[in-house]
Every structure is written in C-alpha cells, then in structure tokens.
Nanobody, 123 residues
Framework: QVQLVESGGGLVQAGGSLRLSCAASGLIFSSYGMGWFRQTPGKEREFVAAISRSGGNTHYADSVKGRFTISRDNAKNTEYLQMNRLKPEDTAVYYC????????????????WGQGTQVTVSS
C-alpha cells in the first residue's frame, strides 16, 4: 500500500532552520505532484508548498515564500522542505501529500497523506 513517512520535525528557536523529509513507497513517485501542508489545533489544514512531478515547478504560500524551499529526488522517492528563518507562527504539524493529477494548493485534491511531523518554533 501507499505510504508517506515524514521526518525531521522538532523544536527550534525562532530564526533557526529545519529540513523535513517525506519518504514515499507503494506508488510511482515521479507520477505524483507533491505538497506540504500544515495544521494547528482547531484550524483547517493550510497549504505550504507544492512541487510538480519533475520538480521543475514549485508553488508557495505567501507566508513562507522566500523562507521555505520545496524539492524532490525522484531517484530516492523523497520530497523535502527546507525551512529557514523560522517563526513562532510556523509551529504546526506538517504533512506531506501526493496528488495523482496535479500539484495545487487545495488539500482536497491530494490522494495520499503522511502521518505528520511536529514542528515547534520557540520565541
């Protein structure tokens, strides 16, 4: 079955960096657009970034543009989210997701989800 497994979350001070990874199995990774979303208690899942199947196109939420970088390695079936200059408002559970037909910002378009990894940014 399809599995997406996130790693790399943790506690970091404001201004610091983290790199999230999402290892995929059970699917043809290069056939899927990939995305990162985040969620805090009581709020809807929020789009963070997405990347096309080849990795040649990316899209970011305005709140993370210039600070976060999404990438993928199709040979390793893995996508990444490099997060720099982290802010307390970036604190959330971060999820990776796979979309068979696109790579947009709408979470309901994504077919598969990881279990999430907690990112906590202290002030």
């Amino acid at each position: 079955q399809v599995q997406l497994v996130e790693s790399g979350g943790g506690l970091v001070q404001a201004g610091g960096s983290l790199r999230l990874s999402c290892a995929a199995s059970g699917l043809i990774f290069s056939s899927y657009g990939m995305g990162w979303f985040r969620q805090t208690p009581g709020k809807e899942r929020e789009f963070v970034a997405a990347i096309s199947r080849s990795g040649g196109n990316t899209h970011y939420a305005d709140s993370v543009k210039g600070r976060f970088t999404i990438s993928r390695d199709n040979a390793k079936n893995t996508e990444y989210l490099q997060m720099n200059r982290l802010k307390p408002e970036d604190t959330a559970v971060y999820y990776c997701a796979a979309d068979r037909t696109g790579w947009g910002p709408a979470h309901w378009d994504y077919d598969y989800w990881g279990q999430g990894t907690q990112v906590t940014v202290s002030s």
